[in-house]
T-cell receptor, first 114, second 119 residues
Framework: EAQVTQNPRYLITVTGKKLTVTCSQN?????MSWYRQDPGLGLRQIYY???????DKGDVPEGYKVSRKEKRNFPLILESPSPNQTSLYFC?????????????FGDGTRLSIL | DQQVKQNSPSLSVQEGRISILNCDYT??????FLWYKKYPAEGPTFLIS?????DKNEDGRFTVFLNKSAKHLSLHIVPSQPGDSAVYFC??????????????????FGTGTRLQVTL
């Protein structure tokens, strides 16, 4: 089954404790992206990757890092999480970086930073 | 600055009737528009899209209308069914960005409209 898998689905942690949210897709997609969803703000892009070793900032990259060492994986790293990063996070992938190719989303990761 | 706006946070419609969800945008460079549907505890799923060269696109019960001069698009669901109850996001992009600059087309999402279809 074609899917985007995120882990963990839920996480409560404390300020400053490094965490990684993993994202994996099995569709051989070149393009992957991370979004956060906040009330009243919709989905905002954090980082995206056009292909292996190619990443770039989205609209709200501050406080986040990503890496793309393999085509299927695109982890999101919070080196020193802060309460304003409490949010619902989605990973997405698509064939390429053209918006004509709809993105497939994971089921989300709810992060609470205390 | 919210470039894509969904001014109705929620909408309630009776089963069998038409649901109309609206979306406005401000960026005249946007030329491709998509609607995503999201159920609780799941990620958004693609529903339907439209290019700016068209003013209507239909897929079964779902039709998207685009009014470029008004910078407005709408999603019509006819007839509405209880399973359509979800949050609907519209999204817009400049699809030429990839060709022109090598930069991936970025999707700008609206804030979502929660549709409730009642029996």
């Amino acid at each position: 089954e074609a899917q985007v898998t995120q882990n963990p689905r839920y996480l409560i942690t404390v300020t400053g404790k490094k965490l990684t949210v993993t994202c994996s897709q099995n569709m051989n997609h070149e393009y992957m992206s991370w979004y956060r969803q906040d009330p009243g703000l919709g989905l905002r892009q954090i980082y995206y990757s056009m292909n292996v070793e190619v990443t770039d900032k989205g609209d709200v990259p501050e406080g986040y890092k990503v890496s793309r060492k393999e085509k299927r994986n695109f982890p999101l790293i919070l080196e020193s999480p802060s309460p304003n990063q409490t949010s619902l996070y989605f990973c997405a992938s698509s064939l390429g970086g053209n918006s004509n190719q709809p993105q497939h989303f994971g089921d989300g990761t709810r992060l609470s930073i205390l | 600055d919210q470039q894509v706006k969904q001014n109705s946070p929620s909408l309630s419609v009776q089963e069998g009737r038409i649901s109309i969800l609206n979306c406005d945008y401000t960026n005249s460079m946007f030329d491709y528009f998509l609607w995503y549907k999201k159920y609780p505890a799941e990620g958004p799923t693609f529903l339907i899209s439209i290019s700016s060269i068209k003013d209507k696109n239909e897929d079964g019960r779902f039709t998207v209308f685009l009014n470029k001069s008004a910078k407005h698009l709408s999603l019509h669901i006819v007839p509405s069914q209880p399973g359509d109850s979800a949050v609907y996001f519209c999204a817009a992009s400049d699809s030429r960005l990839l060709i022109n600059t090598g930069t991936a087309s970025k999707l700008t999402f609206g804030t979502g409209t929660r549709l409730q279809v009642t029996l």
